[in-house]
Protein backbone atom coordinates (compact mmCIF):
# COMPACT_ATOMS: atom_id res chain seq x y z
CA UNK A 1 0.00 0.00 0.00
CA UNK A 2 1.28 3.66 -1.03
CA UNK A 3 2.36 5.54 2.17
CA UNK A 4 0.53 8.84 3.10
CA UNK A 5 2.16 11.65 5.06
CA UNK A 6 0.70 13.60 7.66
CA UNK A 7 1.29 16.81 5.18
CA UNK A 8 -1.07 15.14 2.60
CA UNK A 9 -3.40 15.19 5.59
CA UNK A 10 -3.61 18.48 6.13
CA UNK A 11 -3.10 19.94 2.89
CA UNK A 12 -6.81 17.93 2.50
CA UNK A 13 -7.85 19.66 5.56
CA UNK A 14 -8.54 16.30 7.20
CA UNK A 15 -8.09 18.32 10.40
CA UNK A 16 -10.76 20.62 10.70
CA UNK A 17 -13.76 19.46 12.83
CA UNK A 18 -17.18 20.68 13.41
CA UNK A 19 -17.88 23.73 16.00
CA UNK A 20 -17.23 22.74 19.53
CA UNK A 21 -20.75 23.20 20.65
CA UNK A 22 -21.81 20.12 17.83
CA UNK A 23 -19.38 17.54 18.81
CA UNK A 24 -19.96 14.46 20.49
CA UNK A 25 -18.00 13.46 23.56
CA UNK A 26 -17.01 10.09 22.46
CA UNK A 27 -14.93 11.57 19.76
CA UNK A 28 -12.90 13.65 22.67
CA UNK A 29 -9.69 10.52 22.13
CA UNK A 30 -9.33 12.52 18.12
CA UNK A 31 -9.58 15.87 19.32
CA UNK A 32 -5.92 16.98 19.21
CA UNK A 33 -6.75 21.31 20.13
CA UNK A 34 -9.63 24.12 19.39
CA UNK A 35 -9.13 27.08 17.29
CA UNK A 36 -11.87 29.69 17.12
CA UNK A 37 -14.32 27.35 18.11
CA UNK A 38 -13.57 24.91 15.71
CA UNK A 39 -12.24 21.90 16.98
CA UNK A 40 -8.86 20.37 14.99
CA UNK A 41 -8.47 16.51 14.89
CA UNK A 42 -5.27 15.25 15.90
CA UNK A 43 -3.74 14.17 12.58
CA UNK A 44 -1.38 11.65 14.02
CA UNK A 45 -4.35 9.24 14.82
CA UNK A 46 -6.38 10.13 11.20
CA UNK A 47 -3.09 8.21 9.77
CA UNK A 48 -2.75 5.55 11.69
CA UNK A 49 -7.08 5.09 11.75
CA UNK A 50 -6.67 4.87 7.93
CA UNK A 51 -3.68 3.02 7.45
CA UNK A 52 -5.33 0.30 9.83
CA UNK A 53 -8.51 0.82 7.26
CA UNK A 54 -6.47 0.42 4.43
CA UNK A 55 -4.72 -2.81 5.77
CA UNK A 56 -8.33 -3.98 6.51
CA UNK A 57 -9.51 -3.18 3.11
CA UNK A 58 -6.13 -5.42 1.55
CA UNK A 59 -7.24 -8.03 3.58
CA UNK A 60 -10.91 -8.20 2.37
CA UNK A 61 -9.51 -7.60 -1.24
CA UNK A 62 -6.76 -10.46 -1.10
CA UNK A 63 -9.87 -12.65 0.28
CA UNK A 64 -11.76 -12.20 -2.58
CA UNK A 65 -14.49 -10.47 -0.08
CA UNK A 66 -17.04 -7.60 -0.82
CA UNK A 67 -16.57 -3.98 0.32
CA UNK A 68 -19.72 -1.96 0.01
CA UNK A 69 -18.73 1.75 -0.55
CA UNK A 70 -21.51 3.57 1.00
CA UNK A 71 -21.67 7.77 0.62
CA UNK A 72 -25.10 9.57 -0.21
CA UNK A 73 -24.44 12.86 1.05
CA UNK A 74 -23.83 15.80 -1.95
CA UNK A 75 -20.44 15.76 -1.43
CA UNK A 76 -19.73 12.15 -1.48
CA UNK A 77 -21.97 10.46 -4.14
CA UNK A 78 -20.18 11.23 -7.25
CA UNK A 79 -16.63 10.78 -5.34
CA UNK A 80 -17.90 7.39 -4.40
CA UNK A 81 -19.44 6.16 -7.56
CA UNK A 82 -16.45 7.01 -9.56
CA UNK A 83 -14.10 5.12 -7.25
CA UNK A 84 -16.37 2.23 -6.73
CA UNK A 85 -16.89 1.93 -10.10
CA UNK A 86 -12.73 1.84 -11.01
CA UNK A 87 -12.06 -0.46 -8.51
CA UNK A 88 -15.39 -2.66 -9.55
CA UNK A 89 -16.33 -2.64 -6.21
CA UNK A 90 -20.15 -2.41 -5.29
CA UNK A 91 -21.46 1.10 -3.99
CA UNK A 92 -24.55 2.84 -2.69
CA UNK A 93 -24.45 6.76 -4.19
CA UNK A 94 -28.17 7.71 -4.32
CA UNK A 95 -29.47 6.36 -0.76
CA UNK A 96 -29.22 3.52 1.32
CA UNK A 97 -31.92 1.05 1.09
CA UNK A 98 -33.47 0.26 3.93
CA UNK A 99 -33.46 -3.78 4.79
CA UNK A 100 -30.50 -4.09 2.53
CA UNK A 101 -28.68 -6.10 5.02
CA UNK A 102 -31.35 -7.48 7.87
CA UNK A 103 -34.32 -8.18 4.87
CA UNK A 104 -31.24 -9.37 2.34
CA UNK A 105 -34.22 -12.09 0.75
CA UNK A 106 -36.33 -9.29 -0.29
CA UNK A 107 -33.99 -7.03 -1.32
CA UNK A 108 -32.40 -9.90 -3.41
CA UNK A 109 -35.52 -9.82 -5.15
CA UNK A 110 -35.21 -6.62 -6.55
CA UNK A 111 -31.62 -7.17 -7.43
CA UNK A 112 -32.91 -10.44 -9.16
CA UNK A 113 -35.81 -8.41 -10.80
CA UNK A 114 -32.92 -5.35 -12.39
CA UNK A 115 -30.47 -7.84 -13.65
CA UNK A 116 -33.39 -9.90 -15.53
CA UNK A 117 -34.62 -6.86 -17.37
CA UNK A 118 -31.30 -5.77 -17.88
CA UNK A 119 -30.70 -9.29 -19.97
CA UNK A 120 -33.95 -8.89 -21.50
CA UNK A 121 -33.84 -5.40 -23.17
CA UNK A 122 -30.46 -6.74 -24.34
CA UNK A 123 -31.90 -9.72 -26.08
CA UNK A 124 -34.84 -8.21 -27.48
CA UNK A 125 -37.13 -10.02 -25.52
CA UNK A 126 -39.46 -7.11 -24.94
CA UNK A 127 -39.96 -6.72 -28.94
CA UNK A 128 -43.22 -8.95 -28.23
CA UNK A 129 -44.83 -6.05 -26.32
CA UNK A 130 -46.06 -2.88 -27.68
CA UNK A 131 -44.11 -0.17 -27.86
CA UNK A 132 -45.85 2.13 -24.78
CA UNK A 133 -45.69 -1.06 -22.31
CA UNK A 134 -42.08 -1.11 -23.47
CA UNK A 135 -41.37 2.21 -22.44
CA UNK A 136 -42.96 1.52 -19.16
CA UNK A 137 -40.75 -1.40 -18.50
CA UNK A 138 -37.65 0.70 -19.51
CA UNK A 139 -38.83 3.19 -17.23
CA UNK A 140 -39.32 0.73 -14.23
CA UNK A 141 -35.86 -0.72 -15.24
CA UNK A 142 -34.30 2.63 -14.42
CA UNK A 143 -36.03 3.44 -11.55
CA UNK A 144 -34.38 -0.03 -10.24
CA UNK A 145 -31.08 0.37 -11.59
CA UNK A 146 -30.66 4.29 -9.66
CA UNK A 147 -31.08 2.85 -6.28
CA UNK A 148 -29.71 -1.12 -7.08
CA UNK A 149 -27.36 -0.58 -10.20
CA UNK A 150 -24.30 -0.40 -7.39
CA UNK A 151 -24.97 -3.32 -6.36
CA UNK A 152 -26.49 -5.70 -8.58
CA UNK A 153 -23.11 -7.72 -9.08
CA UNK A 154 -23.93 -9.07 -5.30
CA UNK A 155 -25.35 -12.53 -5.32
CA UNK A 156 -24.89 -12.21 -1.13
CA UNK A 157 -24.82 -8.68 1.52
CA UNK A 158 -21.14 -7.74 1.93
CA UNK A 159 -18.53 -8.38 3.55
CA UNK A 160 -18.03 -5.21 5.10
CA UNK A 161 -18.77 -1.47 4.65
CA UNK A 162 -17.19 1.89 3.98
CA UNK A 163 -19.20 4.18 4.74
CA UNK A 164 -18.43 8.32 4.65
CA UNK A 165 -20.69 9.73 6.99
CA UNK A 166 -21.47 7.90 10.02
CA UNK A 167 -24.17 10.21 11.13
CA UNK A 168 -25.90 10.22 7.62
CA UNK A 169 -25.89 6.71 7.11
CA UNK A 170 -27.06 5.97 10.52
CA UNK A 171 -29.36 3.44 9.07
CA UNK A 172 -26.52 1.42 7.60
CA UNK A 173 -24.24 1.57 10.74
CA UNK A 174 -27.62 -0.22 12.33
CA UNK A 175 -28.00 -2.78 10.40
CA UNK A 176 -24.53 -3.66 10.23
CA UNK A 177 -24.29 -3.56 14.25
CA UNK A 178 -27.55 -5.98 13.89
CA UNK A 179 -25.76 -8.31 11.50
CA UNK A 180 -22.29 -8.18 12.70
CA UNK A 181 -21.06 -6.54 9.82
CA UNK A 182 -17.31 -4.78 10.21
CA UNK A 183 -17.43 -1.32 9.54
CA UNK A 184 -15.32 1.46 8.16
CA UNK A 185 -15.66 5.09 8.33
CA UNK A 186 -14.81 8.50 8.55
CA UNK A 187 -15.82 9.81 12.15
CA UNK A 188 -16.03 13.14 12.19
CA UNK A 189 -16.41 15.37 15.95
CA UNK A 190 -19.95 15.32 15.56
CA UNK A 191 -19.99 11.26 15.21
CA UNK A 192 -19.86 8.63 17.83
CA UNK A 193 -16.98 6.29 16.97
CA UNK A 194 -17.29 3.84 19.50
CA UNK A 195 -19.69 1.82 16.93
CA UNK A 196 -17.15 1.76 14.15
CA UNK A 197 -14.71 -1.32 13.70
CA UNK A 198 -12.31 1.08 12.04
CA UNK A 199 -12.92 4.74 12.40
CA UNK A 200 -10.93 7.22 10.75
CA UNK A 201 -11.23 10.58 12.79
CA UNK A 202 -11.29 13.18 9.96
CA UNK A 203 -13.35 16.02 8.07
CA UNK A 204 -15.96 14.25 6.60
CA UNK A 205 -17.85 18.04 4.53
CA UNK A 206 -14.49 18.72 2.83
CA UNK A 207 -14.36 17.79 -1.03
CA UNK A 208 -10.55 17.33 -0.97
CA UNK A 209 -10.12 15.65 2.67
CA UNK A 210 -13.07 13.01 1.46
CA UNK A 211 -11.28 12.45 -2.09
CA UNK A 212 -7.81 11.77 -0.74
CA UNK A 213 -9.33 9.10 2.07
CA UNK A 214 -11.96 7.15 -0.32
CA UNK A 215 -9.10 7.04 -2.61
CA UNK A 216 -6.62 6.14 -0.48
CA UNK A 217 -9.38 3.02 0.67
CA UNK A 218 -10.25 2.39 -2.92
CA UNK A 219 -6.76 1.87 -4.25
CA UNK A 220 -6.00 -0.23 -1.09
CA UNK A 221 -9.38 -2.82 -1.72
CA UNK A 222 -8.00 -3.15 -5.75
CA UNK A 223 -4.78 -3.83 -4.72
CA UNK A 224 -6.05 -6.80 -2.86
CA UNK A 225 -8.04 -7.65 -5.30
CA UNK A 226 -5.44 -7.57 -7.91
CA UNK A 227 -3.37 -9.71 -5.57
CA UNK A 228 -6.75 -12.43 -4.77
CA UNK A 229 -7.06 -12.82 -8.99
CA UNK A 230 -3.72 -13.52 -9.77
CA UNK A 231 -4.12 -16.24 -7.29
CA UNK A 232 -6.79 -17.71 -9.02
CA UNK A 233 -5.14 -17.85 -12.64
CA UNK A 234 -1.93 -19.18 -10.77
CA UNK A 235 -4.74 -22.14 -9.05
CA UNK A 236 -6.55 -22.72 -12.27
CA UNK A 237 -2.88 -22.77 -14.65
CA UNK A 238 -2.06 -25.32 -11.87
CA UNK A 239 -4.65 -27.37 -12.34
CA UNK A 240 -4.48 -27.40 -15.57
CA UNK A 241 -1.05 -28.99 -15.97
CA UNK A 242 -0.50 -32.77 -16.98
CA UNK A 243 0.32 -34.85 -14.22
CA UNK A 244 4.03 -35.96 -14.91
CA UNK A 245 4.43 -39.77 -15.33
CA UNK A 246 6.93 -41.09 -12.44
CA UNK A 247 10.17 -41.24 -14.17
CA UNK A 248 10.25 -45.30 -12.72
CA UNK A 249 7.17 -45.88 -13.82
CA UNK A 250 8.53 -44.91 -17.60
CA UNK A 251 11.46 -47.00 -17.51
CA UNK A 252 9.39 -49.71 -16.48
CA UNK A 253 6.90 -49.48 -19.36
CA UNK A 254 10.30 -49.15 -21.65
CA UNK A 255 11.75 -52.41 -20.61
CA UNK A 256 8.78 -54.01 -21.12
CA UNK A 257 8.01 -53.11 -24.73
CA UNK A 258 11.63 -54.04 -25.42
CA UNK A 259 10.81 -57.67 -24.03
CA UNK A 260 8.01 -58.28 -25.85
CA UNK A 261 9.54 -56.45 -29.16
CA UNK A 262 12.47 -59.28 -28.74
CA UNK A 263 9.83 -62.46 -28.05
CA UNK A 264 8.26 -61.27 -31.18
Known amino acids: MKEISLRELLEAGCHFGHEVKRWNPRAAQFIYTTR ?48 A ?40 AWQKFVKHEQLKLD ?23 FIVDVKKESAAVSECLKAGIPIISIVDTNSDPTKINYPIPANDDAVKSITLLISYLANAYEEG ?31 VKKVKDELK
Do not use: C
Open 139 to 161: RERLKLEKYYGGVKQLSDHPDAL
Open 225 to 255: LQAFKKKEVKTEVKAKEPVAVVPKLQAKTKK
Open 36 to 83: DRIHIIDLVKTKEGLLAAGEFALKLGTEGKKLLFVGTKRQAKKLIHDE
Open 85 to 124: VRVDAPFFSQRWVGGFITNWTEVKKRIDKLNKMDADKKTG
